[in-house]
């Protein structure tokens, strides 16, 4: 019974040095990423180490036709660009607020080191991702039903203050040169 209790306790032992150690080494960036001979693999680190979040795109111009593929970096900062057919590519680091870094030429089944490069100013970042761009996420709100909008009832002020209204669902039946000698007429009594 004793001898079951101590294998008990050494295999709860085990496990939490083992699960120990797995934490110490997720908290640093790691280049053991298992590659085969047709990815490319690495780790992307700027200034202040690893860089979480970026993009690493691999592009070839050396099959039938050009041939890209992007993938985002993991929060140590480590890629993996899997599948490629053979080619050389050239690899580079581009994300926000950085400039596209200097390009590496590369085969599958290699490992990479990139390096981020962040934007001098708010100018050079913009280049990458222009205002178009940004303005492209922009979410415009539905627009209301077409009942709604044509039940809405509309003001025009005459110049001697009185205000006349009239129904945009009635406007519609006329053509809009009838529309407007209505209002003005109605707003110059």
């Known amino acids: 019974m004793a001898s079951a209790q101590r294998l008990f306790a050494m295999a709860i032992g085990c496990v939490c040095f083992g699960s120990g150690s797995a934490a110490l080494a997720q908290g640093r960036p790691s280049a053991d990423i ?50 490629l057919p053979r080619a050389t590519y050239t690899l580079w680091v581009r994300g926000y607020g950085l400039v596209d870094s200097p390009s590496i030429r590369a085969m599958p089944g290699a490992r990479v080191a990139l390096r981020a490069v962040v934007a001098p100013d708010a100018r050079a970042a913009a280049q990458i991702y222009p205002a178009n761009y940004w303005y492209s996420l922009i979410q415009i709100p539905q627009a209301r039903s077409r009942r709604a909008a044509t039940s809405a009832t509309s003001s025009v002020t005459s110049r001697r203050g009185r205000c006349c209204r009239h129904s945009a669902s009635s406007s519609r039946r006329t053509t809009p040169g009838i529309i407007a000698r209505r209002s003005v007429r109605t707003a110059l009594r």
């Open 34 to 83: 298992a590659i085969d001979a047709d990815d490319i693999a690495g780790i992307v680190t700027g200034e202040r180490g690893p860089e979480a979040g970026v993009w690493v795109i691999a592009e070839t111009t050396d099959l039938p036709t050009k041939f890209r593929k992007i993938v985002v970096t993991d929060e140590q900062g480590r890629y993996l660009v899997p599948d």
